[in-house]
């Protein structure tokens, strides 16, 4: 079983829809969660950090789930700029080793 | 805003040759990276440094080394190259610590034949 796993896609969503999609960790002692967002052809750029009690940033909100092991992102009202792959990061040791899930692909159509 | 920079978007090289990727960073970040990152496997450690000089083994370090002599440079070398080293490649710094955000540089994709 992957550490960090997430369903690849491609999610296919109209633009205006509310998206979400999951991340399982295995391993229950992470501390540090991130989602990353990468363009085609592009380096990964943060999105956000996900804490806790849950955080937002505009349309975007960030859910972390302790007891089943997972984090979420939800993005409202969608738009064609979000389409892209959206990457789950996990770091379970407080170190440099960051664990990277292999990404959920969105496309927003029109 | 951090910058990032990798010397190549593109490179073609042949089986065993010698190969030098180059990143520069000019954010005075601690900590760089080099991944590599292929279709369906995500982002993979190949190594980090944390500090001048000190590197640390990532997930997959094996056919790769790498040299960090100033705060800002980090260089991946390929020994000998070879087609399964094919891949995009990514440098990343973060600040000290392990939860800081990682900025990237626009990535080099190397192919081997």
Redesign the interface.
């Known amino acids: 079983r992957k550490e960090v796993e997430q369903d690849p896609g491609p999610f296919n969503v109209p633009e205006g829809a509310t998206v979400a999609f999951n991340c399982t960790y295995s391993n229950s002692a992470s501390q540090s969660f991130f989602w990353y967002r990468q363009d085609c052809r592009k380096e990964p750029k943060l999105l956000m950090s996900v804490y806790s009690s849950g955080n937002e940033d505009g349309r975007f909100t960030a859910q972390l789930n302790r007891a089943s092991q997972y984090i979420s992102l939800l993005i409202r009202d969608s738009k064609l700029s979000d389409s892209a792959t959206y990457l789950c990061v996990v770091n379970h040791h407080s170190n440099y080793q960051l664990i990277w899930g292999a990404g959920t692909k969105l496309i927003i159509k029109p | 805003d951090v910058k990032v920079t990798q010397s190549s978007r593109y490179l073609v090289k042949r089986t065993g040759e010698k190969v030098f990727l180059e990143c520069v960073q000019d954010m005075d970040h601690e900590?760089m990276?080099w991944y590599r990152q292929d279709p369906?496997?995500?982002?993979?450690?190949i190594y980090?440094s944390?500090d001048v000089k000190m590197k640390?083994k990532?997930?997959i370090p094996e056919g790769y080394s790498v040299s960090r002599e100033k705060k800002e440079r980090f260089s991946l070398i390929l020994e000998s190259a070879s087609t399964n080293q094919t891949s995009m490649y990514?440098c990343a710094s973060s600040l000290t610590?392990?939860?800081s955000?990682?900025?990237?540089?626009?990535?080099t994709r190397l192919t081997v034949t």
Not at chain 2, 40 to 45: K, Q, S, T
Not at chain 2, 101 to 107: D, K, R, V, Y
């Open positions: 900590n990276f369906g496997l995500g982002l993979r450690l980090f944390y640390e990532g997930d990514l610590g392990g939860n955000p990682l900025h990237f540089g626009n990535g």
